[in-house]
Each structure stands twice: as C-alpha cells, then as structure tokens.
C-alpha cells in the first residue's frame, strides 16, 4: 500500500533520525536511492539466526520422515510460514507438480492463511488435491518444528516480493539449503550452489529446475553439508554478534 503520502511521512521521519539502523544491504541502498538517504547515517547490522537446541537437532531425517508417514528416499520439499498472494505459493504449486519423479518428491505447505487470500487458498487446495501435497493450513505449533524442518531436504520460498524472510534463518538454524527468488536481501544471504539457489522472482519453470537440481544427489556434492550451513549461519547471522555490533554502534 505505498502511497505518495506515505513516502512523504517516511522521508520526514527518516531525516529526523540520527542514525538508521536496517538489517539488509539492499535496504540500505533503497533508502540511500528512494529517500535520499546520506550512506553514512545508515548502519547495516544483520538480523539474528532462529536459534535451535541441540535436542530438536537430535532428531534424524528418517525419523522425523517417519513421523510424517513418509519414506526414508522420499525427498520432502517444505513451504513454510504465513500464506498470502506475495508468498507465491501458487507459483510453487506449478512448479512441483511438473518436477521430474514426482512419485519420490513429496511437498509440504504448512502455516496460517491470511484472511484476505482464503479464497485463493481454497481454489489452489481444489487445483492442486493430489497425494504428494500435504497441506498444514493451521497455526504451527513450535513443538513442531523440528519434525517439520529435519524431514525437509530443501526450503522453497517462492516470494514475489520481499526484503529478507524470518523462514530463511530458521531453515539455516536447521542445516536445511533454501531456494530463494533473486530480489532484497536474498542475494546477499543465499550463497548460490552452497547454501541453496536463487531463482528469477515470479518464473515457475526456473524455479521448477532449482528444485530439481537441489533435488539430485549429484548436483549437491559441491553444496555446503548441514553442519556446514548451521556453521555458517551461528558466524554471520548470530544474535551475540548482532548484539556486540549494536551496542558498539550506540557506544560510538
């Protein structure tokens, strides 16, 4: 809902601030172009990991599968978060169901629906009723998590427009790889072929062979491991390390 007003308000309220503090690189360049913004009012310190115990990471892939009533070979892609026309889960939907072998592939949509896309939501639950898509229309319980994050061998998020998701850091926390569209903050953290793949925002097919890739073994030797990617995302993503960042910055 951006209106000219609006960016009249925020360009009032951006200038009476000493310092801006943003999570993103690619919001810093968005204030720096849309508002005017002088680069060195504007610090970047990124936003925390979703911190995971060493007990919810105890749980295997093949038993949280099992939980699920899936194979040990079945590969499971997971669409999580809340459901809204920009999440593009509609663009995911056709996506998956042209992926090659998709009697191994099984798809996994869980989390609330926005009022206003009830009715959406309920024309692609009559489009897409088949037994390899598993839809969890519901407020998801944090007990939940693990099962729901360990049996996944990729994250998918099919966002038409967003800066940065929340769900990419709880997948990292987790060791899982994310398939991301190539807008915001995605491109500064997802690692191409390391820590999953960027797609072109809003084209199903690219996003179809994303998919696939990720989904051959052979395709995922040059990948960062699980461990690798929970590694990698306690050094640069921590909330320690956000913290020393912010206090140092106030300090100064």
């Not at 000493?18 to 913004?37: D, G, M, N, S």
């Not at 663009?91 to 949509?109: G, Y």
């Not at 519901?138 to 049996?151: G, W």
């Not at 690219?206 to 395709?219: C, F, G, N, S």
């Amino acid at each position: 809902r951006d209106t000219r007003f609006k960016r009249f308000t925020f360009r009032l309220i951006y200038r009476l601030n000493w310092k801006l503090i943003v999570h993103t690189e690619f919001i810093k360049e968005r204030l720096i172009r849309e508002f005017a913004i002088k680069p060195d009012k504007i610090k970047v310190i990124r936003h925390g990991v979703y911190e995971v115990g060493d007990q919810e990471l105890s749980l295997s892939q093949a038993e949280a599968k099992a939980q699920l009533g899936y194979a040990e070979t079945d590969q499971v892609i997971l669409f999580f978060g809340f459901l809204s026309h920009y999440k593009g889960l509609d663009l995911l939907l056709d996506a998956f169901t042209k992926m090659k072998n998709p009697e191994r592939t099984r798809l996994i949509v869980a989390g609330r629906v926005n009022e206003e896309y009830k009715q959406p939501m309920n024309d692609l639950l009559q489009r897409y009723s088949q037994e390899n898509i598993r839809f969890i229309l519901r407020r998801i319980d944090e007990k939940e998590l693990p099962v729901l994050f360990q049996a996944a061998g990729m994250t998918v998020l099919p966002y038409r427009e967003a800066s940065q998701s929340g769900v990419l850091f709880m997948s990292y926390a987790y060791g899982i790889p994310v398939i991301a569209p190539d807008i915001g903050g995605f491109r500064y953290d997802v690692i191409d072929g390391k820590t999953g793949f960027l797609f072109r925002c809003g084209d199903s097919a690219d996003l179809r062979v994303k998919m696939e890739t990720l989904a051959d073994p052979k395709h995922r030797q040059g990948m960062m491991s699980a461990q690798e990617i929970r590694q990698y995302a306690r050094a640069n993503y921590s909330w320690e390390k956000s913290g020393e960042e912010l206090i140092n910055f106030i300090k100064s």
